[in-house]
């Protein structure tokens, strides 16, 4: 942990959308993340990595408050959203979502039509007063999540029938219909092919402009192509943080090395 | 070592050429489906000799003979009807005399004996009393009437009575017969549609042929509504709930498996417990609807909680947290996402219980709603609930438990309509998933 005081303090604090301290997630007897400390910063597209079973997508389900609905799992520590800890007694975990937005690893449309699954979120959240605002608002959505042109003839046709890049994107829309500051993405890429993927990635690129920005992913390329940090995870704890140059090129802790040039899977 | 690596390459023998191992792995495949298709060919040889069977013993009981005769009664003769103790039977008197006056002028049947006339008609005083004395206008005018005739002539038409078994019998004599074969080249005596078997009330133990099951058809209806408007929500309510909700825990786990064992108690313990909780404590009438309809309940609860959970169950997590994921509660989640995808399998089990319920006789016959009751008509919805009645099946019941064949034939037509409502209940379960299931 010693190796991420350097690193704290070259950080704009201004900046800080997230900052966790201390962090505890336990599944029953597992003690899946242990005493994670890391601070996210707003405008930037920040990159979970590290093997499979370390915790990543565990300690991004923490962010939004998903590991709620998992019996079993308890979080300690503290999370500070914009000063406010989000596991504070009095936060509702539902306006946390709304605020905090999430991409799921398979693209999960609702059954729905490709409209109603923008629109879903922003109706419930009481964001349009009218059937036009509506509107506006779903063609903004799927034009932020750079699939508008594909589907603005079909806007009635069902979500799911639509290919999985495009269901991914459109999941994106979907998450930021809801006027989200910060899109928490895990593994959002490996369920799509190349193509699909290069899109996705473009659109993450984009979207930093106007979101804090937090992806999980197993590929190290990902990471290097779209984040500015990047945060390496190893069984359960955060091995190393920094800018994602200098984790790739320069790593400090020993374990990012040998993952980096492939010698933990 | 040339050797070793080209047999390394040439491990298996020639492709062509079937091994011992494949051919008995065939021949047991070969053998498993013909099982198969043998069971499959037992189970359809089974349905098509049962259905030949309820048709076959149950179809006589829609038709009826009936005798149609032209009546012409003078005031006096109702005066002289209504003064005398026995009010009906003096109206079959009247109908002997003048069906006798028209057989003597057709020339049937010889020298009229009003006693073979008696024989051959059904119960004819009640329904002609009650006829004049609904419509007073009729009294001195020719009427067209039509009665049933007697269940043991019904019985000649369908087979049941012949000449030789009519020995030693006071009800009908063999010579009855020539005297009926005459009444129908007459065009008297004929056969038709028995509405009164569909629409009417249950009848005594001595007129089979009065005999209807939609009493009890109402009976089962008064019973349905209660059933689908309590266990329904109930059910759906308790299975998002254990579902969606609950904690996982040593409490939630022994409901769960007191729920799939209350599905295999025997009907006649929920009769039981129905008698002694709803009747005697509760103190709900007896014979009602209402009670038959809240045994009923506790019966199909189970089944449409444990199918209710499958469904939800089969919804895939991924949907409840794409809802979770843009900021819906979990309410939210459940009632806009999860139960809409469950909802065709919600129905299924639904409409299951339902039909479960429909033919469920047990318990009905402990808290009272044994068929013979069912002799008269609710009077209005809301008393249907509440008036004695039956259901079909008890209905059923009772009539294949009394001595007169007759009756026997008309449970098989019960069973009939019984099973066409079950029919309709699945055609209309399958219209619904069809419509549910096209909102993907
Ligand atoms: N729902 C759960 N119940 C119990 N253990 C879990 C659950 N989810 C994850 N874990 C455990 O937590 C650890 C971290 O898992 P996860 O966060 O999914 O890893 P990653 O996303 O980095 O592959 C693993 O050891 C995993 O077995
Ligand atoms: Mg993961």
Redesign the interface.
Known sequence: MNDMRPLERIVDTDNIKISAKGCQVYYGETHAIKDVDVQIEDNTVTAFIGPSGCGKSTFLRCLNRMNDTIDICRVEGEILLDGENIYDKKVDPVQLRAKVGMVFQKPNPFPKSIYDNIAYGPRIHGLAKSKADLDVIVEKSLRRGAIWDEVKDRLDKPGTGLSGGQQQRLCIARAVATEPEVLLMDEPCSALDPIATSQVEELIDELRTQYSVVIVTHSMQQAARVSQKTAFFHLGNLVEFGETGQIFTNPTDPRTESYISGRIG | MADATANAHKRHGSLTQVDPRTRRRNAAEARFKAYGLAAIALGIFFLVVLAFSIIRSGVPAFTTTVVSLEMNVSPAEIDQAESGMLKTAAYTKLFIAQLGSQMQEQGIGGEVDPEAIGRILGKVGNDLRAFYQANPDAVGEPVDFTVNASSRVDGYFKGRVTREGLVDSRFLVATDLDVVDQLTEAGIITRQFDWGFLLGKDAGVDNPGGAGIGASVLGSFFMMLVVLVLSLPIGVAASIYLEEFA??NRFTDIIEVNISNLAAVPSIVFGILGLAVFIQFASLPQSAPLVGGLVLTLMTLPTIIISTRASLKAV?P?????????????M?AVF??VLP?AAPGILTGTIIGLAQALGETAPLLLIGMVGFVAREFPTGFWDGFVEPNSAMPAQIYTWAARSDVAFYEKAWGGIIVLLVFLLIMNAIAIVLRRRFER??
């Open positions: 904690p996982k895939p991924s949907i409840r947290d794409a809802a979770l994921g843009v900021g819906a509660s979990k939210q806009h996402h995808l909102r993907w």
